[in-house]
């Protein structure tokens, strides 16, 4: 079962920051956050990963709270190409490191 | 860029049917992954290898087999399909030596059985 909860749809104004929300209240210490995506009928895309610290890269910043039980994924100038699903993966290492993909959160990216 | 390449974006097959999907990629990884995503269902992993010949069941191998011949190319085979095999197939890679792991991800093979 996934271990995170995410809203399930989210609307965000072109141009504008996109905060999407996850909670991992019962994350443990060495699982790290995982962020994908997927477009309509695409596979998934990797976008980010983190443990404790905050992380950048050149689609996204991951902000992980202090606890680590929520994390925020910030695409900070949404296009009308980021309209996907984006889903929060606690990362478990059984089975070769299988991704358990929760229901994710949909996001339009309206002009 | 890593890149994972699938033989067919869309295949319609007949009930009974020998199907085979094939997976490349181009970036050394030891690990690759057969998922299927289905509505309301996520992703399910069907089988995995770690190494070339060597292969894992995942949670949903029934029906399905698997072949590893070389490092970059992961077969997945439905040896009699079924209708209740229709769904999208998903091929992955990862390299043990770097981002723990990181999962790269083909486009998909969107398989219809009739």
């Known amino acids: 079962d996934a271990k995170t909860t995410q809203p399930p749809s989210m609307d965000c104004a072109e141009g504008r920051a996109a905060n999407l929300p996850c909670n991992h209240s019962?994350?443990?210490?060495?699982?790290?956050v995982y962020w994908y995506r997927q477009i309509h009928s695409q596979g998934p895309q990797y976008i980010i990963h983190?443990?404790?610290n905050n992380e950048t890269n050149e689609m996204a910043s991951l902000i992980i709270t202090e606890d680590r039980k929520s994390s925020t994924l910030i695409l900070p100038h949404a296009t009308l190409r980021d309209t996907a699903v984006y889903y929060c993966?606690?990362?478990?290492?059984?089975?070769?490191?299988?991704?358990?993909f929760g229901q994710g959160t949909e996001l339009s990216v309206k002009p | 860029d890593v890149k994972v390449t699938q033989s067919s974006r869309y295949l319609v097959k007949r009930t009974g049917e020998k199907v085979f999907l094939e997976c490349v990629q181009d970036?050394?990884?030891?690990?690759m992954f057969w998922y299927r995503q289905d509505p309301g269902l996520g992703l399910r992993l069907i089988y995995f290898?770690?190494?070339?010949?060597?292969?894992e069941k995942g949670d949903i191998p029934e029906g399905y087999s698997v072949s590893r011949e070389k490092k970059e190319r992961f077969s997945l085979i439905l040896e009699s399909a079924s209708t209740n095999q229709t769904s999208m197939y998903l091929c992955?890679?990862?390299?043990?030596?770097?981002?723990?792991?990181?999962?790269?991800f083909g486009p998909g093979t969107r398989l219809l059985v009739l």
């Open positions: 992955a890679s990862s390299s043990v030596r770097l981002l723990q792991e990181t999962q790269y």
């Open positions: 019962t994350i443990s210490g060495n699982e790290y």
């Open positions: 983190g443990l404790k």
């Open positions: 993966i606690v990362r478990v290492y059984n089975q070769g490191g299988k991704l358990i």
């Open positions: 970036m050394d990884h030891e690990n």
């Open positions: 290898s770690y190494d070339v010949k060597m292969k």
